[in-house]
């Protein structure tokens, strides 16, 4: 009887092991230190360039230099935007801005 509770209480303490084995290994996460300081590089910001004429309040829109839409609003009718879609400068027309087709394009290497 005495031989029956020693092999219990092993068997007990055997089902017991892996869950103390498991907090055991759990690692030790610790937080990464935050950055110094961001550097934000202002020409990859977008620009608005506002050109007031008698006949229209023009809006250029350009990124690093390059002008990529353009908005006219007219002293008499609505607003009409002209977008260069595949940045080599053939312009279109769009009457709706929610007309323009929603592909972003971003370039990696430039050399």
């Not at 055997?14 to 550097?39: G, K, S, V």
């Not at 002293?75 to 279109?92: K, N, T």
Request: include cysteine.
């Amino acid at each position: 009887m005495a031989r029956f509770a020693v092999v219990l209480a092993l068997l007990g303490l055997l089902c017991f092991l892996p869950i103390h084995a498991d907090e055991l290994r759990r690692p030790i996460i610790t937080a990464p230190p935050p950055p110094e300081e961001l550097m934000i590089d202002e020409e990859l910001e977008p620009r608005v360039t506002i050109i007031e004429r008698e006949w229209a309040t023009i809006e250029e829109y350009s990124v690093n230099g390059q002008v990529y839409a353009v908005k006219i609003t007219p002293a008499l009718g609505p607003p009409y935007y002209f977008y260069d879609l595949d940045g080599r400068g053939s312009w279109q027309r769009f009457e709706d801005p929610g007309a323009i087709p929603s592909v972003r394009q971003w370039k990696i290497i430039r050399w």
